[in-house]
Every structure is written in structure tokens, then in C-alpha cells.
């Protein structure tokens, strides 16, 4: 585990300074491209930059001005993304970009989703080549928004794809279909997270659109393994009718989705909220668990919510503490109490 120094990468198989790479997702309008990836839709004339800071018209033509260029990377071990039910206890090399294409006034990266952050051009070889190293499975695209990383994400995605790692995504969920479908393929693991089950809140603090989201943690659960993370913010968010609407939501695409509550801290701009009380999370632990096999919490201290139970005997059969897993429970992935098929990859 640790941090990778990416200003100190040896670069050998090019330099992107002179590399060009066009946008897939755009469209030419009178004087200006609007670009299709998401949808904020930015309208840029010559010389202008998206909203996410990852395209740049210009003469005519939409680049993708963020290809190659990483904020940072860092081995994480699964459990911390979070990943419960996807190769537990392995690490993953996590890299982002800078910028994101939603504006969360309570981000936690805000330093390099929302802020100008110096950046490293690396070769696709050059992530290749440390995904595997200190026993790494693969790599997460986490922190920023990865989507918005769209060109070098769908080369970095099939490369990676082709000598057997892993591609581990952790989105907002904000991108147009069409996009959307094409990653997909070559996506091993993804976990969306939902701010509310509100869309005022996402045009509050978010700029986003909450049905967006909602279709692409659908089209995901039709592709790929899925995970969910549902942000508790307190009187925004975390109201037990809320929380309900969501688990009804899930329950309704699919029970076996394992759902990470996710503890609010104040920050960024909601450095005035309070943290989210440990009551609220545990009704929401109790509510989503009637309808829902795998619910967990995160950032708390409370015993066994980050525990896995079999859905259908009951019995503890993943025990976690300091992002590892005892799988003394396990028979490959059956309950070994009552052979259960449980919803894991190993």
C-alpha cells in the first residue's frame, strides 16, 4: 500500500505534449462544439474549456485536453473504495484526473475534483505497467470523476482489459447513455454513489441530475458487478422516508446490490452541517436490511454494520475490521453454513 510518486514516473513510450486526442462524444454547431458526454452539454467556442476540465475546443474540433494526465495514484486495498463483495482484500492501483462535471459543495476531494491541480502526463504503458505492481489486481478510477476522463479511460479500460487486470470505477453516475454503454464492456466493477433521492438537493448542491443517475446505476446492474454508496446528509438526505424511497429503488433493479450508507462529514462549502448522527444511521441500516441482502455503513464505529450476514440462514459469514475481510463464513462464494450463492467475486 501506499502512495505512488507520479511526478518521479519515467516516461519512455511518448509525450503527450504533442499528442491530440479528438473527442468521441461532441457535435458542431455555428461557431461553437457542444459537447456530448454528459449532460451539462457545454457549449465551447475555439479555445474554450468544459465545465470539467477535461475537453477543449479547438479550431472546430473537441479534444480531450485531460488524456493521460493523473492528480494523483495510490494503492488502496478493495474494501476502502468500497468494494465489500468484489475481490475482497485485494489492492487496487487508484488514479484520477483534475476536475469532475458535478459541483458538490461537500466534496472531499475538492482539492483536485473542483480546484487547478498540477498534473503528470503518463503513457497508457506507464499505467499498465504500475496496476500490477505491489500486488495490485488492476485499477480503480476514483477520487475525481472518472467519466469525465472518457478517451484515455476507454483506451486505458481495453488495455488493461486485454492482459487480465481489473477496471474498477467509482462514478457519480453523470454521463449520457450512449457514453455510458460504451465503457460498460470493459467495466469489471463500478459503484455509483447517490447524493438524495431528491433532485432539489442535487440542484442545490450538486449540479446534477438525479435521473441520470438512477438510469445509469440500471444499465450498470445489466452489465456489470455493482455496488452503491448513498450519501446520509443530515436534513437533506437522511430522513427515514428518503432513505426509503432509495431502498425501494434498489430493491426494485436488485436485492442481491450491496449499499454502503455513507457517513456525511462537514466540508468544502457544508463546513457549517453537523456530522450525521449515528441514529440516523442505523435506521437506515434497519430499514434498508428488510428489503435489501447486503447493506453496510461506512465511517462509523459502530459494531457488525460492516459485517456480511447470508441472506438466506442469517449467520455472519464475513467479519471486516480495518478494511479486511475474514471470510471464515465463505465456501468459495456459498454460505458454508447453508450453501447459499452469495453476490461475490473472487
Known amino acids: 500500500m501506499g502512495n505512488v510518486d507520479i511526478f518521479a514516473l519515467d516516461e519512455k513510450t511518448y509525450s503527450l505534449d504533442i499528442i491530440m486526442v479528438e473527442a468521441k462524444f461532441y457535435r458542431?454547431?455555428?461557431?461553437?462544439?457542444v459537447c456530448e458526454l454528459c449532460p451539462r452539454a457545454c457549449k465551447l467556442k475555439n479555445g474554450e474549456e468544459g465545465d470539467c476540465w477535461g475537453y477543449t475546443?479547438?479550431?472546430g474540433k473537441l479534444y480531450a485536453s485531460s488524456y493521460g494526465r493523473i492528480v494523483t495514484a495510490v494503492y488502496d486495498p478493495m474494501e476502502k473504495k468500497p468494494f465489500f463483495h468484489y475481490y475482497p482484500n485485494s489492492t487496487v492501483l487508484s488514479v484520477a484526473a483534475n476536475g469532475c462535471n458535478m459541483r458538490c459543495q461537500f466534496c472531499q476531494n475538492h482539492e483536485i475534483s473542483l480546484e487547478r491541480k498540477e498534473h503528470k502526463e503518463i503513457s497508457l504503458q506507464t499505467l499498465l505497467d504500475y496496476s500490477g505492481k505491489s500486488h495490485s489486481i488492476g485499477v480503480a478510477y476514483s477520487f475525481t470523476e472518472p467519466l469525465t476522463w472518457f478517451e484515455f479511460l476507454l483506451d486505458a479500460t481495453r488495455k488493461l482489459k486485454g492482459i487480465g487486470q481489473k477496471n474498477i470505477l467509482i462514478s457519480n453516475g453523470y454521463a449520457n447513455e450512449k457514453p455510458f454503454k460504451e465503457i460498460l464492456p470493459y467495466i469489471d466493477g463500478i459503484n455509483i454513489s447517490v447524493k438524495s433521492m431528491r433532485q432539489e438537493v442535487y440542484d442545490k448542491y450538486?449540479?446534477?441530475?438525479?435521473d441520470v443517475v438512477l438510469n445509469s446505476i440500471k444499465l450498470a446492474h445489466d452489465e456489470t458487478h455493482l455496488e452503491l454508496t448513498y450519501l446520509m446528509i443530515p436534513g437533506e438526505s437522511d430522513s427515514e422516508t428518503e432513505v426509503g424511497d432509495f431502498v425501494d429503488f434498489v430493491a426494485g433493479v436488485g436485492k442481491d446490490i450491496p449499499v454502503h450508507f455513507k457517513r456525511f462529514f462537514p466540508h468544502h462549502k457544508m463546513s457549517h452541517f453537523v456530522m450525521t448522527p449515528n441514529e440516523s444511521m442505523v435506521k437506515a441500516y434497519k430499514i434498508a436490511s428488510q428489503k435489501l441482502n447486503y447493506t453496510y455503513l461506512t465511517d462509523t464505529d459502530i459494531d457488525g454494520v460492516s459485517d456480511t450476514f447470508c441472506p438466506n440462514c442469517k449467520r455472519l459469514?464475513?467479519?471486516r475490521r480495518d478494511y479486511q475481510a475474514n471470510l471464515g463464513g465463505m465456501r468459495g462464494p456459498n454460505c458454508k453454513f447453508c450453501g447459499h450463492r452469495i453476490n461475490i467475486k473472487f
Open 317 to 319: 459469514i464475513i467479519k
Open 57 to 59: 475546443n479547438v479550431d
Open 206 to 210: 450538486v449540479e446534477g441530475n438525479l
Open 28 to 33: 458542431v454547431e455555428a461557431d461553437h462544439v
